[in-house]
T-cell receptor
Framework: DQQVKQNSPSLSVQEGRISILNCDYT??????FLWYKKYPAEGPTFLIS?????DKNEDGRFTVFLNKSAKHLSLHIVPSQPGDSAVYFC??????????????FGKGTKLSVIP | NAGVTQTPKFRILKIGQSMTLQCTQD?????MYWYRQDPGMGLKLIYY???????DKGEVPNGYNVSRSTTEDFPLRLELAAPSQTSVYFC???????????FGSGTRLTVV
């Protein structure tokens, strides 16, 4: 049973436009959410995170939105750049309960930014 | 800082062989993790450790063993390699659990 779901395996966006990557979760114990970016032949690197007490967190071109009632979060990249082309993983953790303090990852969305 | 270092980067094993994937971190992190990533899939947790001498199973531990004798090292052992263990393995570490993991660059393992 997937607790973190990224239903879009891939996304293509024109350079300069907005990229929106979506993520849904089922475990109501999750209270911290992260996005990781992964280039081929490299390990994932941390991009941005959000705590469940917030509904938005911004870092430069990257903004993460959290809708707790819908158990949904999204990553917005504005403007998109060719260097943003990578696989983006959504991840979640819980501070208590079974499996606490472990990250659960989605399957990833491959973003291609077309020049 | 080197961060998290994994060796080897690539390996081909025959069915039934054994090997150890090495992972070392130089950030004095308490928490360390082993994940595997299969094609088109997310990262699945194999084992984790919250400190030297303490390890626990993750989601997919069968066929693997770990040890944590020091803060820096967290090796992953495959005793009897099977084709189902063909995957990319990532080691990660963090100050506290569930936040801000630093990942290594991965080990691509093929079992034939």
């Amino acid at each position: 049973d997937q607790q973190v779901k990224q239903n879009s395996p891939s996304l293509s966006v024109q350079e300069g436009r907005i990229s929106i990557l979506n993520c849904d979760y089922t475990n109501s114990m999750f209270d911290y959410f992260l996005w990781y970016k992964k280039y081929p032949a490299e390990g994932p690197t941390f991009l941005i995170s959000i705590s469940s007490i917030k509904d938005k967190n911004e870092d430069g071109r990257f903004t993460v939105f959290l809708n707790k009632s819908a158990k949904h979060l999204s990553l917005h990249i504005v403007p998109s750049q060719p260097g943003d082309s990578a696989v983006y993983f959504c991840a979640a953790s819980a501070s208590s309960g079974a499996g606490s303090y472990q990250l659960t990852f989605g399957k990833g969305t491959k973003l291609s930014v077309i020049p | 800082n080197a961060g998290v270092t994994q060796t080897p980067k690539f390996r081909i094993l025959k069915i039934g062989q054994s090997m150890t994937l090495q992972c070392t971190q130089d950030m004095n992190h308490n928490y360390m993790y082993w994940y595997r990533q299969d094609p088109g899939m997310g990262l699945k947790l194999i084992y984790y450790s919250v400190g030297a001498g303490i390890t626990d199973k993750g989601e997919v531990p069968n066929g693997y063993n770990v040890s944590r004798s020091t803060t820096e090292d967290f090796p992953l052992r495959l005793e009897l390699a099977a084709p189902s263990q063909t995957s990319v393995y990532f080691c990660a570490s963090s100050w506290t659990g569930g936040y801000g993991y630093t990942f290594g660059s991965g080990t691509r393992l093929t079992v034939v």
